[in-house]
């Protein structure tokens, strides 16, 4: 049975919920984005986010579902990725002023998370989630 608040639902129930037809991607993802604008002032736990592109997945893959195909276990489900992992679509700043607007690229050795490959399992990315800045370490003797 569906949670009345869908973004209270873990990524388990909301797997469950999807697969049975009775959530659509698109209602999971938009309940998930208008609790993040109601909360992330006071929370500030997004580094970035994008609603736009987040809702996109989330058609994305309820399309998909509708055509009868095997789905990943993740699709539709919104995720967020900690700001330490280089990705294809949103800056790594690592929660650090010294990496403001970094955007890493992908190539030999600097493999880019891709929210649109297998690496993703096709879940929605709404965007990145902040980290605690770099810490320089000194050692006390």
Not at 129 to 137: F, G, L, S, T
Request: glycine share 8%.
């Amino acid at each position: 049975m569906i949670k009345n608040d869908l973004e209270q639902l873990t990524a388990s129930e909301a797997r469950v919920e999807l697969a049975s037809g009775r959530l659509t991607s698109q209602s999971l993802v938009a309940a998930c984005l208008a609790r993040i604008a109601d909360r992330d002032q006071a929370v500030a736990a997004w580094a970035h986010i994008d609603a736009d592109r987040a809702l996109a997945a989330a058609r994305a893959s309820d399309a998909l579902r509708s055509s009868g195909k095997s789905m990943p276990a993740l699709s539709g489900i919104p995720v967020g990725i900690k700001d330490i992992i280089d990705t294809s679509d949103y800056p790594t700043e690592l929660g650090s002023v010294v990496f403001a607007g970094r955007r890493p690229s992908a190539g030999p050795g600097r493999p880019a998370f891709d929210g649109r490959g297998p690496a993703a399992v096709a879940a929605a990315c709404s965007g990145m989630v902040h980290r605690v800045a770099i810490r320089v370490c000194q050692v006390w003797r």
